[in-house]
């Protein structure tokens, strides 16, 4: 009697306890779902703020090489509707919400609203801090409401240069409500909130209207006036938001307004501000009540069979049986799994060789050509009996083939990490080696190449294969854009700095159509309908990043197009 009084005992006690167990896992577990949520969501958000940040940021520093801009703002009136029209196209091309050129005492010369009753013509914006820091060559990024329209925004600001002197300011402002738009179109949204955090504590933007331009922190009174005096929220000041922050099994939580959070924050790479991803944990201990439910339906179960198998099979021998067979079952299950890992790690493998199989096969056809172009001379070489230049012939074919099975040897090092060959060598070999590679090309094209006279003391430090498969590639671009033109020049220009190697090369096409520059570098852009893969100038970008240079390119006032690269001249300098 004694022994069944203690089994129901011990069958009454047993489920509080499991259900108390589950009850902290399923919260504990619920907890860690949201941080990984938050971590999963302010990294897919920051990526994005941060590509278009970078995007934008871009575009000043393209239009500060422009010669139509230099020109302008170095006292040429007779561009004004030229270049206001410019602007125009521009911002609504990069979808921008303003652009607009400061002279050097921050007068508005020039912009994309000048046809606008809000038009920024003729205002002064010397205040700003983006005009001042502008000249001092910094990347800048300046959050503030805008004077006229009261819109937030981030305004990124570039110099103009004209014989190594400023002479004026290009500004482009992007409204900071387009991020929180499109938030809502990327898988960030969904439980959770967002917010932009700048170094004063004040929230830029986010998802919810009453958090904007106010803070999470109480701010002090030198704190307040220096937002007051900078002028950058205008009149507005910011409203202390409310937050209590509590420790809970290891994980920070914070609640506001009644609702608990746990959050993520990660700083931006291209404006200096924090992003912070709420994800709400409120309803994490209602939400355990069908987990509840369910353990013990589960339990039920559990004893029912349980009882119904010891009365029947002997309960211990059986329950062993049981035990192995769920062991073995485990074991096949991760096998099979890791023979799907394996799989899968293997297809992935095989579709980066398939994406850069298009690329090697673009740079192989290249020295193949040259081959055969030396091939066809050899032989007439031979039928004349002119040894000697047959000999050289010979010599370069075999250089060729070396080249080949250099680019082919890439492959073989796709799976392993290597570092970059960085190393000191002629420019004017480099750029020799290339047009030796590309002449089939020029000549099918009909193109008048002028040969560089560049100094042997000219040094470039990079990696030679790569760098000359960059100037093949813009080569022979030039040379393709260039078909239909009556003049077919293809010209090099350098100029030398202290530590670096501005290198251009310039062609006499029809140029580059504007609302390609913001994809001219994107991988599978291409401007050559069918014919192109879209990948060569995103690689050529991509390899002379890794020099620590920059790859550029925009239309010449005459006609054409030029791409510039700037290098290193000297070990270790890099370019910002």
């Given at each position: 009697m004694f022994s069944l009084s203690k089994r129901i005992i011990i069958t009454c006690i047993l489920p509080i306890f499991i259900l108390l167990?589950?009850?902290?896992?399923?919260?504990?577990?619920?907890?860690?779902?949201?941080?990984?949520?938050?971590?999963?969501?302010?990294?897919q958000l920051n990526n994005y703020i941060d590509t278009e940040l970078a995007r934008f940021s871009a575009i000043p520093e393209l239009l500060t090489y422009n010669e139509l801009m230099i020109s302008f703002v170095s006292g040429s009136p007779q561009h004004y509707s030229a270049i206001n029209n410019y602007l125009a196209d521009i911002q609504q091309a990069s979808g921008a919400s303003d652009i607009f050129v400061l002279d050097t005492q921050g007068d508005v010369i020039a912009s994309s609203n000048w046809q606008t009753d809000y038009t920024f013509l003729g205002s002064n914006y010397a205040f700003r801090p983006y005009f001042k820091r502008a000249f001092t060559d910094d990347k800048v990024a300046y959050f503030a409401?805008?004077?006229?329209?009261?819109?937030?925004?981030?305004?990124?600001?570039?110099?103009?240069?004209?014989?190594?002197?400023?002479?004026?300011?290009?500004?482009?402002?992007?409204?900071?409500?387009?991020?929180?738009?499109?938030?809502?179109?990327?898988?960030?949204?969904?439980?959770?909130?967002?917010?932009?955090?700048?170094?004063?504590?004040?929230?830029?933007?986010?998802?919810?209207e009453q958090w904007r331009l106010n803070s999470f922190t109480q701010l002090g009174i030198t704190a307040k006036q220096e937002i007051k005096s900078s002028r950058s929220y205008l009149d507005h000041q910011p409203i202390y938001i409310k937050q209590y922050q509590s420790q809970s099994q290891s994980t920070t939580q914070f609640k506001i307004d009644k609702q608990r959070y746990v959050s993520s924050s990660m700083k931006l790479?291209?404006?200096?501000?924090?992003?912070?991803?709420?994800?709400?944990?409120s309803k994490v201990d209602s939400a355990q009540i069908s987990r509840l439910f369910w353990?013990?339906?589960?339990?039920?179960?559990?004893?029912?069979?349980?009882?119904?198998?010891?009365?029947?099979?002997a309960g211990y021998k059986k329950l062993l049986y049981s035990r192995h067979s769920l062991?073995?079952?485990?074991?096949?299950?991760?096998?099979?799994?890791?023979?799907v890992q394996t799989a899968l790690v293997q297809s992935a493998k095989l579709a980066t060789i398939g994406q850069l199989s298009a690329g090697i096969n673009h740079e192989i056809n290249q020295p193949l050509s040259a081959i055969n172009t030396y091939l066809a001379s050899a032989k007439r070489l031979l039928a004349k009996g002119n040894y000697e230049a047959l000999s050289q012939s010979l010599v370069i074919i075999e250089g060729l083939v070396e080249r080949v099975h250099?680019?082919?040897?890439?492959?073989?090092?796709f799976s392993k990490p290597s570092g970059m060959q960085l190393r000191p060598y002629p420019l004017a070999a480099l750029v020799n080696n290339a047009l030796m590679i590309s002449s089939a090309q020029l000549k099918q094209d009909n193109v008048q190449v002028e040969p560089p006279q560049f100094d042997e003391a000219v040094i470039v430090w990079v990696d030679a294969l790569k760098f000359e498969q960059v100037l093949v590639n813009l080569i022979t671009n030039a040379s393709q854009a260039m078909n239909g033109a009556v003049e077919r020049n293809l010209t090099f220009n350098l100029e030398c700095f202290e530590e670096r190697v501005k290198f251009s090369i310039l062609d006499t096409g029809s140029g580059i159509e504007q609302h390609v520059f913001s994809h001219l570098f994107e991988p599978f852009?291409?401007?050559?309908?069918?014919?192109?893969?879209?990948?060569?100038?995103?690689?050529?970008?991509?390899?002379?990043?890794?020099?620590?240079?920059?790859?550029?390119?925009?239309?010449r006032l005459q006609g054409g197009a030029e791409f510039i690269i700037s290098l290193s001249s000297k070990q270790g300098d890099k370019h910002d």
């Open positions: 167990i589950s009850f902290f896992l399923g919260r504990t577990h619920d907890i860690e779902q949201a941080n990984l949520q938050a971590e999963r969501q302010v990294t409401l805008g004077i006229r329209s009261n819109k937030r925004g981030i305004y990124f600001s570039q110099a103009v240069y004209s014989d190594n002197k400023a002479i004026g300011v290009v500004v482009l402002k992007v409204n900071v409500s387009k991020f929180e738009n499109d938030r809502e179109l990327l898988n960030t949204s969904k439980g959770s909130h967002f917010y932009l955090q700048l170094p004063d504590h004040v929230i830029a933007m986010s998802d919810i790479n291209n404006f200096n501000a924090t992003m912070h991803i709420l994800v709400d944990v353990v013990i339906i589960i339990y039920s179960f559990i004893i029912i069979i349980g009882y119904s198998l010891l009365a029947r099979f062991e073995q079952k485990v074991i096949e299950r991760t096998q099979t799994l890791e023979k250099k680019i082919v040897g890439q492959l073989k090092h852009y291409s401007t050559k309908d069918s014919k192109g893969l879209g990948l060569g100038l995103s690689i050529s970008k991509q390899i002379i990043d890794s020099f620590n240079g920059s790859l550029s390119a925009h239309n």
